[in-house]
């Protein structure tokens, strides 16, 4: 259904001609053969943005055209990081909405990569107590280098969290891990709630309470926590505004779709050179370091 539906919308809007797919998150991933196979045009190539949309690509068995990613380029850190902090401000912003704070309160974050490892600093920055974890043990030992407690296991890291925040782009917990949480926690995403949280799973277990605009209480007997944002980009609300560094990737982005357009790439996943980042460097310091 997806495919089909994806399919008829490039054929609406521009069938019979080359196109590129801008795409945040994998979504096209699933149906990739089935558009570069049965659209009337041609499929040049896609640009995917996200880390959660680089692994997607990159667990296909084939790709059927050139897939070129950002997510993992170095013009991305100044963004991750900024995003990283600004998860931050919303998260605190919501919770003192109700009257609450979270100074000096345990907190667990899951996922270090480049947007964990941001939003990490910047809780132990505004004094919580923070623990780490991650299913990959080298992102462990790094988060151990960097002083954050760190857990092996996702019932043990989230114990003893009163604010748990996920960044794994990956289902960071499904429906038997949130039995763990404690009592009261505050529960966020970074991404989509479907990519981070398997909150469906639990309509008809847990009744659901809007207690804000943005916060519900999920309860059941003996048990409840609090999810901000229905799961989903909790910076969002406040518009995930990361300043003028957004338009390093916005212009790896261009870059990577004027190369697929010349037909720079052969099919499968790749990145954009270190000196076309480099260019891309220069003109921004040119216009913004000013």
């Known amino acids: 259904m997806i495919a089909l539906g994806t399919l008829t919308y490039l054929e609406d809007t521009a ?10 998150g994998g979504y096209f991933a699933p149906c990739l053969d089935t558009l570069v196979e049965k659209f009337s045009g041609r499929v ?6 996200t880390e959660n949309g680089h692994q ?14 950002v997510a993992r380029s170095p013009l991305k850190d100044c963004e991750d990081h900024l995003v990283g902090r600004s998860i931050v ?38 004094d919580l107590r923070v623990t780490v974890h991650d299913t990959d043990p080298v992102k462990r030992v790094q ?7 760190t857990s092996a296991s996702t019932a043990e890291a989230l114990r003893e969290a009163e604010l748990v925040l996920c960044a794994t782009g990956n289902l960071a917990l499904r429906q038997g891990d949130f039995s763990a949480l404690r009592n009261g926690a505050y529960l966020a995403s970074v991404t989509s709630s479907e990519d981070e949280l398997e909150l469906g799973s639990l309509h008809g277990l847990y009744k659901r309470t809007p207690v804000s605009e943005h916060l519900t209480r999920y309860e059941i007997t003996g048990h409840y926590f609090y999810v901000l944002a229905d799961g989903g980009a909790v910076n969002f609300v406040h518009g995930a505004a990361v300043g003028s560094y957004i338009h390093l990737v916005q212009a790896e982005i261009l870059a990577a779709t004027a190369a697929l357009s010349h ?9 954009m050179s ?17």
């Not at 040049?44 to 943005?49: A, M, N």
């Not at 037909?263 to 990145?271: A, M, N």
């Open 274 to 290: 270190a000196p076309d980042r480099q260019a891309i460097g220069r003109i921004w310091f040119d216009y913004f370091d000013r």
């Open 263 to 271: 037909g720079r790439f052969q099919s499968g996943l790749h990145e």
């Open 44 to 49: 040049l190539g896609v640009v995917e943005d």
């Open 89 to 126: 401000f919303s998260t605190d912003a919501l919770v003192r909405a109700r009257g609450d704070i979270l100074t000096s309160r345990n907190a667990c974050v899951i996922g270090f990569g480049k947007v964990g490892r941001a939003i990490a600093q910047t809780l132990r920055a505004q």
């Open 143 to 149: 988060a151990h280098s960097h002083g954050f407690r």
């Open 15 to 24: 069938g019979g001609r080359n196109v590129i797919l801008i795409d945040i």
């Open 56 to 69: 997607r690509y990159a667990a296909l068995d084939r790709l059927p055209c050139p897939v070129v990613s």
